[in-house]
Structures are given as structure tokens and as C-alpha cells.
């Protein structure tokens, strides 16, 4: 496969799941522009076809700005992966605005703006590749998790109703569905879990990986593989899915 000439933005990028599928696009031949909120992490991260661009996907502006500087400097963006996200459970009862606005403002407000503003390119072009990442909580309640759960889902309409829009257009837009994947996310969680039920740490990593069907952690690379395969020329006719990423049949 060869994404030559094409750019490439991935939010988040500098980490986890979002440098992975950085490193998986630019092997690919893509130019690929990694945004985050911390500038240091992203030049740590930056190598051959892999440009830094600091971008807070909370914040309007700063999307607009930060797209508009990657399209000057490597063209308009033909492939978006909104993969920026927060992970934090919390009950309902114990859910304030504040808690519930920065779940939904990172997940679901960050990606509606991201991809909005790499259309205008993808539209021109009449081609074009939008793979957001959204979980196993895109498609299921996870239990304690309601905000998140809900910014999941609601990705997954956001992804869905734009396929319908832009049917027969060039445009694709998919989402993949990972369980639990071996990031910086999921040692947090397990700080955190390991706090709310009472449990060690280490307990609250196996109950993580219990939670995956095929019983291990999922590598990052696995996650870029899939969306790789969604962002190249055999996945033409594959559009407004979500590929579950989680080890088994549920
Ligand atoms: P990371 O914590 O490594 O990645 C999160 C990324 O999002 C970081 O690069 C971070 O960069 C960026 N980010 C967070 N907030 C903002 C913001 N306001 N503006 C811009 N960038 C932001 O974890 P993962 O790689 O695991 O997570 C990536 C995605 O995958 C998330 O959407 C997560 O929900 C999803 N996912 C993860 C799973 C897992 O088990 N790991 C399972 C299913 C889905 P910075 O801090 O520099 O801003």
C-alpha cells in the first residue's frame, strides 16, 4: 500500500494509540501531521514525515489555527483520525458540568471540530479518509463511565450520519472500537480503579485485561493496522462502520 503524497492529521498523535497510527501512516508514505497539547511531547515523538503541531482540541480556535498551519505547510488534509481523548469514570451522581463538559468537549466537540475543518480539502479533492477512534464504549455501556460512554457513542453517530452525507463522494468516514489497548490511559485507569473498588493495582490491570475476550492487553499497533487498512485504496466501499477492536466475538 502507498499513502504517497498524501497528509495525513492525527490528534493526539504524540502518544499511545494516535503515534502508532502516525508511525503506521508515515511508513506508509504519508506526511503526517501530530497534534497535542504539549508541545514537548510532540517533538519528542516527531521524526521522518512526522510533524509536530500543537493543537488544544478543547478549544475552537486553536483547531482552526492548528489545521490551517498543517494544510500551509503540507497541503490540504485528505486523511483525519480524531484519536484525542480523555478516559475517566466517574458515577452519575457524582458527575458535576465541569467533569461531564471536558469529557464531552475533548471526545466529541474536539473531533466535530477537527473534522470539519480537514472537509474543506477532502471536499475539493473528492477524496478523502476520516477514521475516528472511539472504543468498545462507542457500541456498550461501560459500566461507571457514563460521560465517557456517551462521548463514545456519540462519535460513532457523528461518523455514521457523515457517511450518509457524503455517499458516492470519495469520502469515507469509519470508526474502530478498541477495548483495552496498552497505553498510558490504561495504567491511569488502573491507578484509578485500583482507588474506587478497593483493589491493587495490579487486581485492577487483570480486571482490564479480563474485560478483553482474547484475555491480553491490545497493542497499539494493532489499532493502526486496522486503520491503516481503512485509510488505503482496498477499503473504498467500507464506510460508516465500526471495526471493534477487542479480541472477540461480544
Ligand atoms: P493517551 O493518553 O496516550 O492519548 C491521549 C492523547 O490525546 C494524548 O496524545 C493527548 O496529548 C491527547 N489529548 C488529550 N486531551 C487533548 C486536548 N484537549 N487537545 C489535544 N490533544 C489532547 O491514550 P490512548 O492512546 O490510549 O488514547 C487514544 C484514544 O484511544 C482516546 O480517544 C481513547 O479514548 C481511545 N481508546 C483508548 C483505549 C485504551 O484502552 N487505551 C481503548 C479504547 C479507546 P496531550 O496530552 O499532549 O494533549
Known amino acids: 500500500m502507498t499513502l504517497d503524497g498524501k497528509h495525513a492529521l492525527v490528534t493526539g498523535g504524540g ?3 494516535g503515534l502508532a497510527i502516525a508511525r503506521a501512516l508515515a511508513g506508509a508514505g504519508a506526511e ?12 519528542a515523538a516527531a521524526g521522518p514525515r512526522l510533524h509536530p503541531q500543537v493543537m488544544d482540541v478543547t478549544d475552537e480556535t486553536s483547531v482552526a489555527r492548528g489545521v490551517a498551519a498543517a494544510v500551509a ?22 458527575t458535576d458540568t465541569e467533569f461531564w463538559r471536558r469529557i464531552m468537549t475533548t471526545n466529541l466537540d474536539g473531533a466535530f471540530w477537527t ?11 473528492e477524496w478523502g479518509r476520516v477514521v475516528a477512534i472511539s472504543s468498545i464504549a462507542g457500541l456498550r455501556g461501560l459500566k ?3 460521560a465517557y460512554t ?44 485500583s482507588e474506587r473498588a478497593g483493589v491493587t493495582p495490579d487486581e485492577a490491570r ?6 478483553n475476550r482474547h484475555d491480553r492487553l491490545i497493542a497499539p499497533d494493532e489499532v493502526a493496522q486496522a486503520v491503516l487498512w481503512l485509510c488505503g485504496p482496498g477499503s473504498g466501499s467500507v464506510n460508516g462502520q465500526c471495526i471493534e477492536i477487542a479480541g472477540g466475538q461480544v
Not at 497535542?36 to 510532540?42: D, F, K, N, P
Not at 487483570?206 to 474485560?211: D, F, P, S, T, Y
Open 15 to 17: 502518544t499511545g494509540i
Open 32 to 43: 503526517v501531521t501530530i497534534t497535542g497539547r504539549r508541545a514537548e511531547g510532540l517533538d
Open 73 to 94: 505547510a503540507r497541503g490540504p488534509v485528505q486523511i483525519c483520525i480524531p484519536n484525542a481523548g480523555v478516559a475517566e469514570g466517574r458515577a452519575l451522581h457524582k
Open 115 to 125: 473534522i470539519r475543518d480537514c472537509l474543506h480539502g477532502m471536499r475539493r479533492a
Open 144 to 146: 461507571g463511565a457514563s
Open 150 to 193: 456517551a462521548s463514545k457513542h456519540g462519535l460513532i453517530g457523528l461518523v455514521r450520519a457523515l457517511s450518509e452525507d457524503y455517499l458516492g463522494s470519495g469520502l469515507t468516514f469509519n470508526a474502530v472500537c478498541p477495548g483495552y489497548v496498552d497505553t498510558e490511559i490504561v495504567s491511569r485507569n488502573a491507578a484509578a480503579i
Open 206 to 211: 487483570a480486571m482490564m485485561i479480563a474485560a
